[in-house]
């Protein structure tokens, strides 16, 4: 993700969330935190979605995946997060982290694919709505275990 970029993920994530992020936030993470890491999928020039990580350590949180509405059902997020978990495991992060909502069916199942399982919930976390968001973590091993599970596919 570079700063060019934030007009279309910026518009991405007010479509996407209830609680956007700010472009403000976007900048500061791939500018300023030396723990974040953004990346962008393209159609063409075009931005079509998005994921941006905290690493620190052997652990990797994710704290923003998102992908246009246009986009959605193709494999993109999949392709998004297949990527950055194989790219987190060849530094040998072991361990990754993210907060959902409950209601977020689609994306519970995208990240149940990759291996994720509900460890805990933090209540009242989404101050919007006072919705809980429950806390999933999943354990990398090795990345020919998730390609043929399905859960990789080149980031387009």
């Known amino acids: 993700m570079r700063p060019e970029d934030l007009d279309e993920v910026v518009a ?13 936030a976007f900048l500061y993470e791939i500018q300023q935190n030396r723990v974040a890491r953004c990346w962008v999928s393209r159609d063409g020039p075009r931005v079509i979605g998005y994921i941006c990580v905290w690493e620190i350590g052997h652990e990797l949180h994710i704290t923003n995946i998102a992908v246009h509405p246009v986009w959605r059902r193709r494999g993109i997020g999949k392709a998004l997060l297949g990527a950055v978990l194989d790219d987190a495991q060849g530094r040998a992060v072991r361990l990754v ?59 387009g």
């Open 12 to 24: 991405i994530e007010r479509v996407s969330f209830s609680m956007p992020w700010s472009r403000g």
């Open 97 to 155: 982290v993210l907060e959902v909502r409950p209601s977020n069916e689609g994306a519970r199942t995208l990240y149940e694919t990759f291996g994720f399982r509900v460890i805990g919930r933090r209540r009242g976390y989404y101050y919007d709505t006072g919705e809980d968001a429950l806390v999933m973590e999943a354990t990398l091993g090795p990345a020919e275990a998730r390609n043929e599970a399905g859960g990789n596919q080149p980031v």
